[in-house]
């Protein structure tokens, strides 16, 4: 059985749309802090890290030493989360506290990712495509939700964290199974999908190294009718993945034209998203500043 998390994973690394990369590269490089009373980006975002996570920055330890920081130990790296800057910093700083400073941070996955992505070839992230892509949609979520001071608080996203059990295993899969059944339904949205963009979608994702199981999945979900209700409907009760899901359909599509726009407001709604977590996730791909 093929993993969900690994086709989310291609999915987005593949990208389903001409943007896809873009956003992708533009949500881990400039998701930097924001500042309340100016607005403005204090920098950083994902990028600032890599040479961190890889062992390759001039202050540290490589990724021992960064866990330790942002967990709370002593590594060597010095100074903490006040020298790491920038997004992930910060949203790992607070997903750290709030799991109490002793969780496993999915991390490894986000390091993979952001150094592949950002110029560590694709070997960099083998086996780390559905870790990396699920604890980035994670990190968005998080960042969004705690920015927008949505209620209830935020918790931390399974694929943010390390699943410590079976129950939270079968979990993190339904999620991305969800995350996966939003991008091939924000590509509906202005009409079906035909044979053409199907075998599209399929050959790039061919490349990524999607197996005949996985992309037979993938070619009956596109053929589906479109059921935003339904959809929506999963989510119902679960922030998270509802954040999750609205910022994995901004990289699934252009929003360029009047029924993909339609479409992501309905989603937003139905969904149950503030204009702020909205606001914050378009921010964070480089749709809206």
């Keep these: 059985m093929f993993n969900l998390s690994d086709v989310v994973g291609m999915m987005i690394n593949g990208g389903m749309s001409n943007s896809s990369s873009n956003r992708l590269n533009h949500a881990l490089q400039s998701g930097g802090s924001t500042e309340e009373a100016t607005g403005k980006s204090t920098g950083g975002g994902l990028g600032s890290i890599v040479a961190g996570l890889t062992g390759r920055g001039s202050g540290g330890g490589g990724l021992g030493d960064l866990l330790g920081n942002l967990i709370g130990g002593s590594g060597s790296a010095g100074g903490g989360l006040k020298n790491l800057g920038g997004m992930l910093s910060g949203i790992l700083g607070q997903a750290g506290q709030a799991l109490g400073g002793k969780k496993n941070l999915a991390i490894g996955g986000l390091g993979a990712l952001a150094g592949a992505v950002l110029g560590g070839g694709k070997s960099a992230m083998k086996g780390s495509l559905g870790t990396g892509a699920m604890a980035l949609l994670g990190a968005m979520a998080f960042d969004a939700l705690k920015k927008s001071r949505t209620a209830p608080e935020p918790g931390v996203p399974l694929g943010l964290r390390e699943p ?34 199907i075998h599209r979608i399929l050959g790039k994702l061919q490349a990524e190294g999607l197996d005949e199981e996985a992309q037979q999945y993938l070619m009956a979900e596109m053929q589906q009718p479109l059921d935003l209700e339904a959809l929506c409907a999963a989510a119902t009760g679960q922030q998270e993945l509802a954040a999750e899901m609205y910022a994995a359909s901004l990289m699934a599509i252009e929003v360029d034209t009047p029924a993909e726009q339609d479409y992501m407001e309905r989603l937003a709604h139905g969904l149950g998203l503030t204009p702020g977590t909205v606001q914050r996730l378009k921010t964070m791909v480089g749709m809206q500043q």
């Design 164 to 197: 410590e059990s079976d129950r939270e295993r079968d979990e993190l899969e339904n999620n991305a199974g969800l995350v996966a059944k939003a991008m091939i339904s924000a590509a509906k949205s202005d009409g079906q999908i035909d044979q053409q963009e």
